[in-house]
């Protein structure tokens, strides 16, 4: 009877051991992580947000489309699909070359094709006053604030740190020829006080040179140039 006790003993112990055993590996394994298969899965099943989009060609034809992105000033081409892209299989997406394309309205914005002299310049700018006479385009460039040398072997190279918006302009004065925006003072003021003519009084203060009329505050006077003509005046 003491021999059976004592393997009985034993036995309860090993299976306490055990059981400890497995709880601790329980314990001890790690939350799950997402794998790749996850990823490729979640990438599957996320919506698709697109935007439909109207051109008119050069030719005169217009084409109806579907961009997933878009910029308010395009080089080059522009990559669009002819069906709605949320579908499966998904539809082949096309690329369209901006010297065949004269308009392209998306999501109210309008982006005119900029020529000169009857020349395309080879890029898409959004029209911001196309109630107006005159037409202004307006696009940015983000440009680097700083470089930081990192060391070669030969040489080094310059990594860039931080960056900011550059903002360039065009202005297309009614009846005129289209023209890069000058930043010089002088060269601004004649330009743009021809460029609001049909607007006498913002044109007066740029030619004036008015502190708050020049290159830097061009958004705000485009701003005052569409809110003239919206009202009616």
């Given at each position: 009877m003491k021999e059976f006790l004592q393997k009985t003993s034993r036995l309860l112990a090993a299976g306490l051991l055990t059981a400890g055993s497995v709880t601790a590996v329980h314990a001890q394994r790690p939350a799950r992580v997402a794998t790749?298969?996850?990823s490729l899965r979640a990438a599957r099943n996320a919506p698709i947000t697109y935007s439909p989009v109207v051109f008119t060609m050069v030719s005169g034809k217009q084409v109806r489309g579907y961009v997933t992105s878009y910029d308010?000033?395009?080089?080059?081409?522009?990559?669009?699909?002819?069906?709605?892209?949320n579908q499966l299989p998904p539809p082949p997406?096309?690329?369209?070359?901006?010297?065949?394309?004269?308009?392209?309205v998306v999501e109210g914005h309008?982006?005119?094709?900029?020529?000169?002299?009857?020349?395309?310049?080879?890029?898409?700018?959004?029209?911001?006053?196309?109630a107006a006479g005159a037409k202004i385009y307006g696009y940015s460039i983000t440009k680097?604030?700083?470089?930081?040398?990192?060391?070669?072997?030969?040489?080094?190279?310059?990594?860039?740190?931080?960056s900011h918006d550059k903002y360039f302009w065009y202005v297309q004065p009614a009846g005129g020829i289209i023209q890069e925006v000058p930043r010089s003072d002088k060269a601004f003021a004649t330009l743009m006080a021809t460029a609001f003519a049909d607007y006498p009084e913002l044109a007066a203060r740029v030619r004036q040179q008015?502190?708050?009329?020049?290159?830097?505050?061009?958004?705000?006077l485009v701003r005052d140039y569409n809110a003239h003509?919206?009202?009616?005046?």
């Open positions: 790749r298969v996850d308010l000033f395009m080089h080059d081409k522009v990559e669009c699909y002819e069906l709605p892209p997406m096309k690329e369209m070359a901006v010297e065949r394309i004269k308009t392209m309008t982006l005119d094709a900029l020529t000169k002299n009857g020349k395309p310049l080879g890029m898409l700018a959004e029209n911001m006053t196309p680097a604030n700083m470089y930081i040398p990192i060391p070669l072997l030969v040489g080094a190279a310059f990594i860039p740190v931080g008015d502190p708050n009329a020049g290159y830097k505050n061009m958004p705000q003509f919206a009202g009616g005046k």
